[in-house]
């Protein structure tokens, strides 16, 4: 089993381009988390989907979008990236309540 | 929603010493409460999680409390070695059925040979 795998690795915009960020997952969990992580302020939700069909903000939404594809995809999109958008990304999934399993993350730029 | 504090930011232990973390909560009804480690450049990931219905759980040299009275839980490292230095964080799940966890901001462990 892969576990989670999210593309890119790594990838560099300039201001105002476009990207979407990609998740996948094969252990058949229900809920599906986007994550930033920026240093000293930990992980922030920045949407899930708690089952496939439903898709709900977290608490940092602004100047993002999902797509909950099927049960085993949730992607992130970025309509038009700002450098306050700079960060790593994690995508994760689990079962409502239970352990979280992590991608490998995605390290954004945009300058 | 739930409200996660985690302290200290920094520890820095001697090889052998104990380390220990500790996280509040301000939801009463939270009943999920996991800890992971993130080695740099690498996932989070799960070490240890406990339970509403127990106080403390171990698997060999970790351990993890949990006071629900005082709304907090602790990571205990004992015998701490040079591959435990990473970041730890705690999650604590929002109990109004949606289940979310809110991370702690991390602690930064750097255990010295």
């Known amino acids: 089993n892969a576990g989670v795998t999210q593309t890119p690795k790594f990838q560099v915009l300039k201001t105002g381009q476009s990207m979407t960020l990609q998740c996948a997952q094969d252990?058949?969990?229900?809920?599906m988390y986007w994550y930033r992580q920026d240093p000293g302020m930990g992980l922030r939700l920045i949407y899930y989907?708690?089952?496939?069909?439903?898709?709900d903000k977290g608490e940092v939404p602004n100047g993002y979008n999902v797509s909950r594809l099927n049960k085993r995809e949730f992607s992130l999109r970025l309509e038009s990236a700002a450098p306050s958008q700079t960060s790593v990304y994690f995508c994760a999934s689990s079962e409502l309540g239970d352990e979280q399993y992590f991608g490998p993350g995605t390290r954004l730029t945009v300058t | 929603g739930e409200n996660v504090e985690q302290h200290p930011s920094t520890l820095s232990v001697q090889e052998g010493d104990s380390a220990v973390i500790k996280c509040t909560y301000s939801?009463?009804?939270?009943?999920?409460f996991p800890w992971y480690k993130q080695e740099l450049g690498k996932r989070p990931q799960l070490i240890i999680d406990i339970r509403s219905n127990v106080g403390e759980k171990k698997d060999q040299r970790i351990a993890v409390t949990l006071n629900k009275t005082a709304k907090h839980f602790s990571l205990h490292i004992t015998e701490t070695q040079p591959e435990d230095s990473a970041v730890y964080f705690c999650a604590a799940p929002e109990s109004g059925g949606s289940y979310i966890p809110t991370f702690g901001r991390g602690t930064s462990l750097i255990v010295h040979p």
């Open positions: 939801d009463s009804a939270s009943n999920y």
């Open positions: 252990m058949n969990h229900n809920s």
């Open positions: 989907s708690a089952s496939e069909g439903t898709t």
